[in-house]
């Protein structure tokens, strides 16, 4: 059976965008509708029975997290939309924002009202400049139709929704950050306990939760959660998106269900590898995971089965390589990314990403020595596990990844003093300026 | 109270609920590092050298972040976690200047001292280090008008930007850039300016931030002694430790080097207003007094006479006479600061009481200054406005102090007198600072004019108002006497003698009891405790009833010091000073008694 996209069914429609396209082909709010005549708990529930998981990244059950979020406080709770996308190798979000803007809109204020909210935060990535324009356009016009604002559909229920755009930084996605920088600070992240669903934004019960995330409640109150968990292998349920970047013919976003294997997303939604030349290697979930091989492609792309294969889905960035990638650049490359992007606040991210990318940069030179691949090893363990939130792990996995499953790249450019793949085809870095 | 029991290191640790596990550890004495957690400032999680192991949890914790629960089973000794400490300080020094040499915290460092115990034996790094602005000292940029910033050796704790914004209510100080380049600064590069500047040096964990007071003065090494006291430059009497540094050999004795705060929880908490801080170089000024003055009754050509130094002996029967004799012609009154020490006020009121009968302290006016300090709407450190630590003093002694502490003292009365010429002599108590007593201009020009005959002047500074007096009586220096006050809030302080009092320079209520005996007074008192013991005794079932058990300090080594003063900072000094040789007599000569009676020492030899 052909799997029918939901979330991006219009994306290529130049009207797709509109409320009134919203509202003619997508049953747009009616899924509002349905919800405001339940109980705010049972949403919570339907999301559960669901098995929604998380885009984000860490595929947390979202039914789980709404639970989590104190119900018995004087004080103001909040949805905050974490649209700050900045993942290396993650761009769905912004395609659902700035081409289907009303699905999250009506998936704001379903959350907001199930977790008793008031207001929700779209948190949105400072460069989507454009992406934030037509969102508050579409904003407005649901106000003005009455699916924000006071009273909402005259059920009683008051919901604001507010954009605002981060500075651009990749540290303000992480949840705790976010709110820092929702609060006006340094987006820099907060030491849990205590977790955002007891203490977030302004130290109010908070649901942080995924652009993706989101967009899919407005489907499940309307299709019900066996719909929705039917989309998938179990606990895997639900459409899905998937960025395909890299060596791959037509990269680009897919959406498909979590049965998809990795190879039919690489071959039959992204057309194969460019030039037919051999894949290397696939980063399944952005960045941040860990590499999979060309005998891994069978799998199937879902949160359960990649990290069975030694990886994570993340935020569903597949980063497709073929033999022209030198494993030591990709991680130096990726270390000149986290390096810029730490936010400093702990000791051994700060100190760490500088001091990986120093000693790839060495290596990736032709200068380094035998002792730095011990080096390298040992920086990065010592970032694994000991930093403040989860960047420093994200960090440190590309040269874990590549050293494990590469470590012979790395010791040929010690021992030749050059990369030994051959020169002509070689991937070359983008132009950077070595420190920022 | 709740108490919740862990184990920690096997240990079974028992605190009150609430703590978290790196306080429970400090309070076991059990030695866990830590930079980012100050027991003063909010919690921050950020440094990660405190990471401990806790059963059942996945990962290594922050012990600063996590509470104890009863049962929890802690280990800070496990591989894992010495590992892991060590990867920690590994990178706090990968770009750390260690300049310890040049550096004025080397010595008393927690970087130092954790490092060596928990750090590597040799760091891996070989990359050229981060430099901020410049290399060594040359590093060292302005922070403001008592600040300098050395960002080489920050380790971005960010204990001084949680301090600007929780204590001293205005966050002057933040992190500019991001992750590796992150530096610490303030907007546009103007510095801090804070009342509370100066606490911003003991909550950096390093060398980054220096007093421009302290800096390049001393080394810890240097300065052996400390001295708990209670600062008394305003009404709060905030506790506070003084720290001496031993003269060369040949000179003797001690100066006062630095003052920091000292923990009273329900005084100061852990911090000092820079004007305590920094405020104490007067008792060195060269205006000190040192010897008694006394000025000719008048010279043969009519011109005022000189004052010139004479023996305390040749002084007090002349202080008799000519105080005996202006009582005889009229009113004789005191004015006294309200710096005096209750000790001092005590023994004045049985002085006044014998010159001039029962209602004696009427002829007493007290005095004090006020002055708003500028400081931001949300600081939780208000210094108060009243400049004067003992009003409440005077107050329960039964002076008349107008509306009291909050009030403005009432000279007015005095003035109109004293100009009218209806007082015979006026006796100036003034313990200074120059300037405590408001403006007194007019009593100098009474003096000169001849509206007041008789000018007698007991004080610590040669003030404008001492250049006028007939007689001089060199009095001690608050750092200079053990002595009590009252705090605004009717706490009875003790504050300890630190040095001692310059020359010839008496302490106050000896100067008094000397007078009070020389007019006939039958004054029992020895000792300043002797003092104390009968204020006790005068004033049974108030706060002043203890007042002879209240605990002075001697001079103690440093080391002890820092284990008994701040219980946060307590056992990570253990380390401090140990293989150091005993402290050298000299720095610790004062501990002997304080001269008794009135006699004259020997002039010590200057440094
Ligand atoms: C360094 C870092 C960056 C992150 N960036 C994003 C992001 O750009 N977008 C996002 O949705 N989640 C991001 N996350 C994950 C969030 O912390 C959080 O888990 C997520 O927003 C929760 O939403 P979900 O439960 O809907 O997935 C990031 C996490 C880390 C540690
Ligand atoms: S791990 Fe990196 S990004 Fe996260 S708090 Fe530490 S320095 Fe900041
Ligand atoms: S200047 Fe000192 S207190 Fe401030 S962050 Fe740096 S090390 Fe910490
Ligand atoms: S003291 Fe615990 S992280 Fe800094």
Known sequence: ?436 | MDTVTLTIDGRPVTVAKGKTVLQAAIEAGISVPYYCYHPGISIDGSCRVCVVKIEKMPKLQTSCSTVCTDGMVVLTRDPDVVDARAGVFEFLLINHPLDCPVCDKGGECPLQDFSYTFGPAESRMDFPRRVFDGEGVRADVDFGPTLMLNRNRCILCTRCVRFMKEIDGDAQIGIVDRGYGSEIATFQEQGVHSLMSGNLMDVCPVGAILTKDYRFKSRPWDNPGVVDTVCTLCSKGCNTSAWLKGKPEWARGSRLIRMTPRFNPEVNGYWMCDIGRFNYHWTESDRRLRRPLLRSPSTRSGQAAALEPVAWQDLQPRLRNRLQDAAAAGPVRFLVSAHAATEELFVLKQVTEALIGSDGLKSVTVAWTRSEKPQPEQTTFTVPVTDAPNVNGARDLGYDVGTGNDGTPDLRELRQAVDAGRVKALYVIDPGPDGSLGDVAWIASARRSGALPLLVVQGVLMTDLAGAADLVLPGAAYVEKDAIYTNDQGRVQAASRAIAPPGEALEDWRILVNLGRSLGVALPYETASDVRQAIAGAMPGTGYAEADRLVFTRPIPARNWLQASNPSERWKWDFLFQDLPPVKGHSVQMEGLPPQGAYIPLKPVEP
Request: net charge negative; aromatic share 8%; glycine share 10%.
């Open chain 1, 1 to 436: 059976m052909a799997y029918e996209p939901v979330l991006t069914a219009f994306v290529n429609e130049p009207q797709g965008y509109t409320l009134d396209f919203y509202l003619q082909r997508q049953r747009g709010y009616e899924g509002l509708r349905k919800a405001l005549t339940l109980k705010p708990g049972d949403i919570i529930e339907q999301v559960k029975a669901s098995g929604l998981r998380g885009r984000g990244g860490a595929g947390f059950p979202t039914g789980l997290k709404w639970q989590f979020v104190l119900k018995d406080t004087p004080k103001p709770k909040y949805i905050c939309c974490n649209a700050d996308e900045s993942e290396p190798g993650t761009f769905k979000d912004h395609v659902l924002m700035e081409r289907n803007p009303h699905l999250l809109i009506e998936g704001c204020a379903i959350a907001s009202y199930a977790i008793g909210a008031r207001v929700a935060y779209i948190y949105i990535r400072g460069e989507f400049y454009h992406v934030q324009e037509v969102l508050e356009a579409e904003i407005e016009k649901a106000y003005t139709a009455g699916y924000l604002g006071k009273n909402i559909l005259g059920s009683g229920f008051d919901c604001d929704v507010f954009v605002h755009r981060g500075a651009g930084a990749y540290e303000a996605g992480e949840e705790t950050a976010l709110i820092e920088s929702l609060e006006g600070k340094r987006a820099q992240p907060r030491i849990k306990p205590p977790f955002p669903a007891v203490a977030g934004l302004y130290q109010c019960p908070t649901a942080v939760n995924n652009v993706e995330t989101l967009c899919n409640v407005p489907l499940i109150v309307l299709n019900g959660p066996e719909w929705f968990a039917g989309q998938g292998p179990e606990k895997n349920g639900g459409p899905k998106l998937f960025c395909v970047s890299g060596h791959v013919k037509k990269p680009g976003v897919y959406e498909a269900s979590m049965h998809t294997t990795l190879r039919e997303l690489i071959d039959d939604h992204a057309g194969g590898m460019i030039d037919e030349r051999p894949l290397k290697a696939v980063i399944p979930g952005g960045s941040s995971v860990p590499l999979l091989l060309p005998d891994q492609l069978d799998i199937a792309v879902s949160f359960d089965s990649v990290q069975k294969a030694g990886s994570l889905l993340g935020s569903a960035g597949v980063i497709v390589m073929n033999d022209t990638v030198c494993m030591v650049w990709l991680a130096m490359n990726l270390l000149h990314f986290y390096r810029h992007e730490s936010c400093g606040k702990c000791t051994p991210c700060r100190e760490g990403t500088d001091w990986l990318f120093k000693l790839l940069g060495r290596i990736e030179a032709g200068e380094g020595q035998p002792k730095d691949l011990d080096l390298l090893f040992g920086v990065s363990s010592n970032i694994v596990g000991k930093t403040l939130c989860a960047f420093g792990d994200a960090a440190a996995t590309p040269v874990l990844s590549t050293m494990k499953l590469f470590r012979h790249e790395y010791e040929s450019h010690v021992r030749e003093g050059r990369c030994t793949l051959p020169a002509p085809w070689r991937a070359t870095m983008p132009v950077f300026a070595g420190s920022h």
